[in-house]
């Protein structure tokens, strides 16, 4: 796997059915001197077990009460730890998987409100932000959306 140059303030959108091209990424920039901060539908465990990521900050959205669950249905809660770490962080990444789960239950346009929030968020921030998505869970419209309004693409330096 091929590391494109990443550029802080950047959201990148990284189209795949399962995270794991993203979740490579998201290491490999750990390893260079980046801090992490992972939200993901994959249990926390799941993730440090698989990706030896013992140090990363991970975040489960579920609905769970609990320390290191975040709610799909509360997106503010998510909006600020993605500030706070962002605030907090020279050098930061972001690996973001579950917008589907979000889309369920919010819809689409309230999760674009929230993505449009974090993109806000990461631009004027020196952290960058992965957006990993089964793209098929998707139709054409929401897509291209997402597209238009994510800068860059993983897609084609990741292959």
């Known amino acids: 796997m091929k590391r494109p140059d990443i550029r802080l303030g950047c959201s990148y959108l990284l189209k795949e059915k399962e995270p794991k091209d993203g979740i490579r990424y ?4 750990l390893k260079i001197g980046f801090k992490g901060l992972c939200i993901t539908k994959i ?12 140090k990363t900050k991970i975040f489960h959205l579920n609905d769970r009460k609990g ?6 249905k ?11 770490f962002t605030s907090s962080m020279k050098k ?28 806000d968020t ?8 992965i957006l ?3 793209d098929s869970k998707f139709s054409k419209k929401e897509l291209a ?15």
Do not use: M
């Open 26 to 29: 998201f290491k490999k920039l």
């Open 43 to 54: 249990k926390p465990e799941e993730v440090r077990k698989s990706y030896d990521l013992k």
């Open 67 to 72: 320390i290191g669950n975040l709610s799909p």
């Open 74 to 84: 509360k997106p503010a809660r998510i909006i600020n730890k993605i500030e706070e």
């Open 92 to 119: 930061g990444v972001i690996l973001f998987e579950g917008l589907d789960k979000l889309i369920e239950e919010n819809n689409f346009l309230n999760t674009i409100s929230l993505l449009e929030d974090i993109n």
């Open 122 to 129: 990461i631009t004027t921030s020196e952290s960058s932000l």
């Open 132 to 134: 990993s998505l089964d």
């Open 145 to 159: 959306f997402l597209e238009r309004n994510l800068e860059l693409s993983l897609n084609r330096g990741l292959r």
